[in-house]
């Protein structure tokens, strides 16, 4: 019998044919992704999770509500009026969407998402469970990456918990919390990996990047800073290390800054090229008050602060996450739904199909490519196809950002 090949377009039952009494065969219309259960490979999750820290009162909570645009957490003039970490899932925005759906007449459009989770002001001691650090620093190994709000103005009305504002003391205090709960893990780690070493239940290379991992972090230096090779950090990736994640500050200012930022803003931006970090200007009270904003409101009101288009904080943020993590997109589009794919860049084509189902990984044939580019100036599929920019690439192809795909393979 000839292999059944199944062509991916659209992700939905649809869309999809696939043998009777094979798992994908018993998914609904609701689309692959969602609802099957079978075994997966190389999974990423859909929702980037991005964790929120600093310290009480830097404007956590007013972001993310802002973030979410809606009241999900309790923002107060108060330390710890978090307790328990809020989580919320946005949608990426992305103009291409839209365009790509018009092309193909699609029903629905499906953007990818980021996930933010607003976890409570840590203080100085977190490390050692001073304001309840230990749980809300659990909560951070969870995270892909780290959004370090600092607070960037002056203003008497708003407490801060160590009575006057200063932007680098302030990280200082949750970066050295980091450490230290590292420094102790790995320490942990390292007297258990030395008694196994003898007997091979241990690495040699697990054991030199904890050395190495111990000196960086005895210096109060984060552990993204450490030189070890993809085969040490691979060996100490399950230990989740708080100061191996990469950050992205997020200096707050008033609204009259949020052009062209403040001294404190530039403090934070010399740390950051200090140790590879990214800094965003945001203004969670600005933020707040978009939400209420219609499209054309919001428009005219960041003009009169001197805010570009596609500046807001959430689209800066979600765009220096994205480089961060080393991330791409990719879309699948048809009449069914349009839809946006995050892969991590330098994937394969079979790899980015198992982002969708790993079924598509597994069996993949070949994906049928075109730029998204060469996609809108031909107007349609058929007229790229006859204009010869639809290419038919194979395992080894590298996807590229923005390509639309179209993917074979047999089950």
Same mark, same amino acid.
């Given at each position: 019998?000839?292999?059944?090949?199944?062509?991916?377009?659209?992700?939905?039952?649809?869309?999809?044919?696939?043998?009777?009494?094979?798992?994908?065969?018993?998914?609904?219309?609701?689309?692959?992704?969602?609802?099957?259960?079978?075994?997966?490979?190389? $999974?990423?999750?859909?929702?980037?999770?991005?964790?929120?820290?600093?310290?009480?009162?830097?404007?956590?909570?007013?972001?993310?509500?802002?973030?979410?645009?809606?009241?999900?957490?309790?923002?107060?003039? *108060?330390?710890?009026?978090?307790? /328990?970490?809020?989580?919320?899932?946005?949608?990426?925005?992305?103009?291409?969407?839209?365009?790509?759906?018009?092309?193909?007449?699609?029903?629905?459009?499906?953007?990818?998402?980021?996930?933010?989770?607003?976890?409570?002001?840590?203080?100085?001691?977190?490390?050692?469970?001073?304001?309840?650090?230990? $749980? *809300?620093?659990?909560?951070?190994?969870?995270?892909?990456?780290?959004?370090?709000?600092?607070?960037? *103005?002056?203003?008497?009305?708003?407490?801060?918990?160590?009575?006057?504002?200063?932007?680098?003391?302030?990280?200082?205090?949750?970066?050295?919390e980091l450490v230290l709960a590292d420094f102790a893990q790995v320490?942990?780690?390292?007297?258990?990996?030395?008694?196994?070493?003898?007997?091979?239940?241990?690495?040699?290379?697990?054991?030199?990047?904890? /050395?190495?991992?111990?000196?960086?972090?005895?210096?109060?230096?984060?552990?993204? $800073?450490?030189?070890?090779?993809?085969?040490?950090?691979?060996?100490?990736?399950?230990?989740?290390?708080?100061?191996?994640?990469?950050?992205?500050?997020?200096?707050?200012?008033?609204?009259?800054?949020?052009?062209?930022?403040?001294?404190?803003?530039? /403090?934070?931006?010399?740390?950051?090229?200090?140790?590879?970090?990214?800094?965003?200007?945001?203004?969670?009270?600005?933020?707040?008050?978009?939400?209420?904003?219609?499209?054309? /409101?919001?428009?005219?009101?960041?003009?009169?602060?001197?805010?570009?288009?596609?500046?807001?904080?959430?689209?800066?943020?979600?765009?220096?996450?994205?480089?961060?993590?080393?991330?791409?997109?990719?879309?699948?589009?048809?009449?069914?739904?349009?839809?946006?794919?995050?892969?991590?860049?330098?994937?394969?084509?079979?790899?980015?199909?198992?982002?969708?189902?790993?079924? *598509?990984?597994?069996?993949?044939?070949?994906?049928?490519?075109?730029?998204?580019?060469?996609?809108?100036?031909?107007?349609?599929?058929?007229a790229a196809k006859e204009a010869g920019l639809v290419r038919s690439?194979?395992?080894?192809?590298?996807?590229?950002?923005?390509?639309?795909?179209?993917?074979?393979?047999?089950?």
């Open positions: 019998m000839m292999p059944m090949i199944t062509t991916l377009f659209a992700v939905t039952r649809s869309a999809v044919r696939l043998p009777s009494g094979s798992v994908s065969a018993q998914c609904s219309a609701v689309g692959l992704r969602q609802a099957c259960a079978a075994p997966r490979t190389r $999974q990423m999750s859909m929702a980037l999770k991005t964790g929120i820290v600093g310290l009480p009162n830097v404007g956590k909570s007013t972001l993310f509500n802002a973030l979410m645009q809606e009241s999900q957490a309790q923002a107060a003039n *108060f330390p710890f009026c978090t307790i /328990e970490p809020n989580t919320g899932v946005v949608a990426v925005p992305d103009p291409k969407l839209s365009v790509l759906a018009e092309i193909n007449s699609s029903e629905k459009t499906v953007p990818t998402s980021l996930s933010f989770v607003d976890i409570a002001g840590l203080v100085a001691g977190a490390s050692k469970g001073e304001g309840l650090g230990n $749980q *809300f620093l659990a909560n951070i190994r969870e995270c892909d990456a780290i959004v370090h709000v600092v607070r960037c *103005f002056d203003d008497p009305n708003i407490i801060h918990v160590s009575g006057s504002v200063d932007a680098l003391r302030d990280i200082e205090v949750i970066s050295l320490e942990k780690r390292a007297q258990k990996a030395s008694k196994e070493l003898k007997s091979g239940k241990t690495k040699p290379e697990e054991m030199s990047a904890l /050395e190495t991992l111990q000196a960086v972090l005895d210096e109060g230096r984060p552990a993204r $800073q450490a030189e070890l090779s993809d085969v040490e950090w691979e060996c100490v990736r399950s230990l989740g290390l708080l100061s191996a994640k990469p950050v992205i500050y997020a200096a707050n200012v008033m609204d009259s800054d949020l052009a062209d930022g403040n001294a404190m803003v530039e /403090e934070v931006r010399k740390h950051a090229a200090s140790e590879g970090a990214s800094v965003v200007v945001v203004s969670a009270q600005v933020e707040s008050e978009l939400v209420d904003l219609d499209d054309d /409101e919001r428009a005219s009101f960041l003009e009169e602060l001197g805010v570009a288009k596609g500046e807001t904080g959430l689209e800066k943020l979600i765009e220096q996450a994205y480089n961060l993590l080393e991330l791409q997109t990719y879309y699948t589009s048809g009449e069914t739904e349009t839809k946006a794919w995050t892969i991590r860049r330098g994937m394969v084509a079979p790899q980015a199909a198992g982002v969708i189902h790993s079924d *598509f990984e597994k069996g993949f044939i070949r994906a049928e490519t075109v730029a998204y580019d060469d996609l809108v100036s031909s107007g349609s599929m058929k690439e194979g395992k080894e192809y590298v996807v590229k950002d923005s390509d639309v795909m179209l993917f074979r393979f047999n089950v």
